[in-house]
């Protein structure tokens, strides 16, 4: 099938929030590297900050795995070098909280919170009728985003990740959107690179915002992104369900689901986001 | 109608809130004190803390209404003297950025990060679909919840905050959950004091957990708890659902929304917490 080839070579998720310690007398300090193709409109992606942000506090926690995390931003950071220092707040038997802060030039840019602990990837749900119905469309069946907006913003990021959408969520694409407010499809990382706990922090924020699906509204600015990463994934594409909830002074909430594929829900974001409708 | 009348006096949200400044070197402390009767088995409930907090961000912070606030859960404080340290991370002109901290003893219970602005409640909202469906029963038509639970456990809070259930969500107090993991119904503070920002922060995290809809499992303790005010809220009781979505891994997450009498959704919450269950 036809896609549109990245202008670029990929950036790996890996490379792109690869951490440098600075040593001395911050051991929680790190120099890491926005980069310049995990952007729209040249602001890099939130939730890619946070899966950097992510990294820092599982190499700097007891525990492995991120299950919890809360961002806030404060001023975005232009590609470039950037300083996250991870400060431990608790560390406990079956889990530990983390403080992260992300910056640059001395500009604080993203504070978040960590909760850390130990994920399996073997047991099954024990209750799941409270999740919204898993799409059925095949990854073959859904077409892959262009490098740009429709109205010419340059979206870096969708040239490196792959984002599949369905037909029924790609009509926006041609000014017709559905109104339902819902975006639903896949999502793979450059170099078909494995999901672990930090990425699924930049999967539930990968997706277009789910109001392109209502209105389109140009850049919608991430205020605050809450995930919580429930299991370890299989290996391969995740499933993700993007979906809006209510646009109220000039804000959008928003609901991602990411599932692999065997089914299971891994990661759950919730979003709160600057919009320039109403 | 009948209803179990408090054992105690009431003790108001602004009262149980209330913050003494510190003063001298440090200008965001605060003495405060956690109220014996806002406790569930004894502990403080999540919601109730994370309200504390945002009156001390505001009080710190150049804009009058908590936004987005995300709390993490460090340990237990007991009722008592605690002290909360307010920071503010960034000053902007629309939204400023805080951190907050709760502790005890010196030890820190619950860390939060919090965005103020100014919210306007005379708007309508611009788009509402992807909400949950409101519900129709009258606050008459409900029923008050009683200060202690099946297995005995005293639930001290339920004689302060009037939580009133919908007949159907009232199945499990008699051993016959509903198997859907939905709690619906209204809420009213002690003293029928009108709800604001800092208090729909708890109003989000004072029902019971959804999960009594599907099994009973005693305590479940919020890990992480994000909530986004959407609205000044007018006066009166609001309506809430609390909604479950999966239980893995002997943890949950739960949706929460809250409307007030006006019909509009004013508040929304998610928290990921700890279960025995599975």
């Known amino acids: 099938m036809s896609v549109d080839a990245p202008s670029v070579r990929p950036f790996l998720f890996s490379e792109v929030t690869e951490l440098v310690s600075r040593g001395g007398g911050c051991g929680g300090c790190f120099d890491a590297e926005v980069n310049a193709e995990w952007t ?52 406990g038997r079956s889990a530990s909280q983390l ?7 001395d500009e604080a840019c993203v504070e978040a919170l960590v909760t850390t602990s130990h994920l399996t990837s073997t047991d099954e749900p024990y209750w799941d009728e409270g999740l919204p119905p898993l799409s059925q469309v095949a990854y073959e069946d859904c077409t892959r985003l262009v490098p740009s907006t429709p109205d010419g913003l340059r979206v870096a990021i969708m040239g490196q990740v792959d984002v ?27 170099g078909d690179e494995g999901f672990d706990p930090s990425s699924l922090l930049f999967a539930v924020d990968a997706f277009p915002p789910a109001t392109f699906d209502i209105e389109y509204s140009g850049w919608v ?7 919580y990463v429930r299991a370890l994934p299989s290996p391969g594409p995740v499933r993700v369900l993007q979906r809006a909830q209510l646009i109220d002074g000039q804000r959008v909430d928003e609901s991602c689901y990411v599932w692999d594929r065997t089914r299971r829900l891994v990661a759950q974001g919730s979003q709160l986001a600057g919009i320039r409708l109403g």
């Open 40 to 91: 729209i409109g040249g602001k890099p992606n939130g939730g890619y900050l946070l899966g950097m942000m992510g990294r820092a506090a599982v190499a700097v926690g007891a525990h492995d795995h991120v299950i919890a995390a809360s961002a806030h931003y404060l001023h975005s950071p232009v590609p470039g070098p950037v300083v996250i220092e991870a400060t431990v707040l608790r560390a």
């Open 99 to 105: 403080r992260a802060r992300l910056s640059q030039d």
């Open 164 to 190: 599949r959408l369905e037909p029924e969520s790609s009509a926006f694409k041609t000014g017709r959107p559905t109104g339902t407010g819902e975006l639903r499809g896949w999502l793979a990382l450059p």
């Open 221 to 227: 600015p991430t205020l605050e992104l809450t995930v």
